[in-house]
């Protein structure tokens, strides 16, 4: 195949751009999202949003718009079910998203209602307008520069939110920060990769990356990477095999993880050499606090 | 700012009257009930003050009482100037991708300015930290790598190159190795020499002689003052309960010789 026949269509040309700069900034936003342990919250907000979604395509509205209300709504949703002790917020939020998700469906799925359904829900990269490529370049161009502004505070706070807090950094802050950030970032890539997929694309890169990376910076340019080159596969893959573009840009972010997953990481290498030290160290420790009590009771 | 190579406290966020730490009957919560009670002390800057207490006892809510984490819910507690706060390194991330180095470097964050890349000069800080707790040669390692000891003593990099006057640090040398813990143990003297406020919680009941002051806490305060007049068999019984084995008791004049038998949950 010509690997420039993609590029010739206008079609597939704009899925490759909306890819591309939803897949660099969600990918590396995706690094802070696990580290802070975001990952079932952001799905969560993504499955949740979806009535908002299908109130803007039956009102004609703009769907960023319908979305960006959508997560509004879903995270006073989650947040309000999560205060019950007696339930547990896991399930709470469980139960509250599935909720949303079956108010979306049935909402979209009335006999008047347009049939965008599909859409909504698994994405469709090759349908983006203008205004969505507009869109996802201030994300990605204001987004970016939020998040590599807020580098520092963010790798505070995962670190030790107790001694960032000495050091002048809220950690709720910072918090509310990156969470306004993934709400921004799933009101906009919801649209080209659908409610049930756009998650793959804020987790997926990150999960390949995790265990190959020696600092934040690098973690953050890794995932974008991997979302970019996978979002491309993906692309490709659908021009080549006839396949839905949004699913198989969402299976490439997944096998990327898989594959990330699977290599010897960065971690296990060193704990593999580190075992015999740790064992020692234990040891070294016991010899220590026998000293101790040999010390105190002299 | 001084670097942590020039040494001596930033003397300009203490007191006028030299009083660096001053927490006046303070009563601390997490949400319910009270934890701690009846907190009331104060320290001279230059002090150091060793925090006794079992486990759950209160030791780690007054240290983030005084970093400002946890609001009083009766009372007060001032520090001069943002202390420096060391958690018990079990409480950080180790499978987060930073090195020795990156964690040093967050001290200069309390220079605010946290949007910009850290500066050449807070890098040579960094580094001149580091050398100083003795892991020049471990900057490029991943923090989650290093051993309990040597996570430590990064930590303690970070406090100097954040130049704070008062070190709040939780159970300094739990589970750490001689050779660190000899390391911690010289860096204390120094900081002190500084000019610096320590405030160290730990389960090594002897240990507290070293110290100027010798704070005890049981979901209260027992007992406040030099370690001779605090490490008495009363007040340590009412400190530890049956947890407390009294190893060398002279009678009444000097501190007792004891030994807590901690019963740990984990």
Redesign the interface.
């Known amino acids: 195949m010509d690997l420039l026949e993609p590029l010739q269509s206008g079609i597939e040309r704009r899925a490759l751009l909306e890819v591309a700069l939803l897949g660099g900034f969600c990918g590396a936003l995706g690094f802070w999202v696990t580290?802070f342990r975001l990952s079932y919250p952001a799905e969560s907000l993504a499955h949740g949003l979806l009535p908002g979604l299908v109130v803007a395509a039956l009102a004609g509205l703009p769907l960023l718009l319908g979305a960006a209300g959508g997560v509004a709504v879903a995270a006073a949703v989650v947040a309000l079910a999560g205060r019950d002790p007696r339930i547990g917020s896991d399930s709470a939020t469980a139960v509250a998203v599935t909720g949303m998700l079956g108010l979306g469906g049935l909402l979209a799925l009335a006999p008047d209602a347009p049939a965008r359904l599909e859409e909504l829900l698994f994405g469709d990269p090759l349908g983006v307008s203008d205004g969505d490529l507009v869109a996802a370049g201030v994300l990605a161009l204001l987004g970016g520069a939020a998040m590599i502004?807020?580098q520092?505070?963010l790798?505070?706070v995962?670190?030790?939110a107790?001694?960032?807090?000495?050091?002048?950094?809220r950690p709720t802050a910072v918090r509310l920060a990156l969470l306004g950030l993934l709400a921004a970032a799933l009101s906009v890539a919801v649209q080209g990769l659908g409610s049930l997929l756009v998650l793959a694309v804020l987790v997926a890169p990150a999960v390949a990356v995790r265990g190959h990376?020696?600092?934040?910076v690098?973690?953050m340019a890794a995932a974008g990477a991997v979302a970019i080159a996978a979002g491309v596969a993906g692309i490709y893959a659908s021009h080549l095999l006839g396949s839905a573009a949004g699913a198989s840009v969402a299976l490439a972010l997944c096998l990327a993880a898989l594959a990330g997953a699977a290599l010897p990481s960065?971690?296990a290498r060193?704990v593999r050499r580190?075992a015999g030290a740790s064992v020692g160290?234990q040891a070294?420790?016991a010899?220590?606090d026998a000293?101790?009590?040999s010390?105190?009771?002299q | 700012m001084s670097g942590p190579a020039a040494g001596g406290a930033t003397g300009g966020e203490r007191g006028a009257n030299g009083t660096a730490v001053r927490v006046h009957d303070l009563s601390l919560a997490y949400g319910g009930g009270p934890v701690l009670e009846g907190v009331d002390f104060s320290l001279a800057a230059g002090e150091s003050l060793c925090v006794l207490g079992p486990n759950g006892g209160g030791k780690t809510t007054l240290l983030?009482a005084l970093?400002?984490?946890l609001a009083a819910l009766r009372g007060s507690a001032d520090v001069a100037g943002?202390?420096?706060?060391?958690?018990q390194t079990e409480?950080?991330?180790l499978?987060?991708?930073?090195?020795a180095l990156?964690?040093a470097l967050?001290?200069s964050?309390?220079n605010?300015r946290?949007?910009l890349?850290?500066r050449r000069s807070d890098r040579a800080a960094a580094r001149a930290a580091l050398a100083r707790v003795g892991l020049e040669d471990r900057a490029g390692v991943?923090?989650?790598?290093l051993?309990?000891g040597q996570r430590q003593r990064v930590?303690l990099a970070?406090a100097l190159v954040?130049d704070?006057a008062v070190l709040?640090l939780d159970e300094p040398l739990a589970?750490?190795?001689?050779a660190s813990?000899e390391r911690i143990a010289t860096l204390f003297a120094e900081l002190r020499d500084e000019g610096r406020t320590l405030l160290v919680s730990t389960h090594?009941?002897?240990s507290a002689r070293d110290f100027d002051r010798v704070l005890c806490l049981n979901r209260r305060q027992v007992a406040f003052g030099e370690p001779a007049s605090v490490l008495t068999r009363t007040a340590l019984e009412q400190t530890y309960g049956s947890e407390i084995v009294v190893?060398e008791d002279e009678g009444g004049a000097g501190p007792v010789?004891?030994?807590a038998v901690q019963h740990h949950a984990h």
Not at chain 1, 213 to 216: N, Q
Not at chain 2, 95 to 99: C, H, I, L, M, R
């Open positions: 580290s502004a807020l520092r505070p790798t505070a995962a670190l030790d107790g001694g960032a807090l000495a050091l002048g950094i990376v020696a600092s934040p690098r973690a960065r971690n060193s580190d160290g070294a420790r010899l220590g000293g101790a009590r010390r105190a009771s | 983030r970093t400002g984490e943002r202390p420096a706060y060391l958690a409480r950080t991330r499978d987060f991708p930073v090195s990156d964690v967050m001290g964050l309390a605010g946290w949007w890349p850290a991943r923090f989650g790598e051993s309990g930590l970070r954040q704070a709040l589970g750490v190795d001689p813990a090594d009941v002897d190893l010789r004891a030994i």
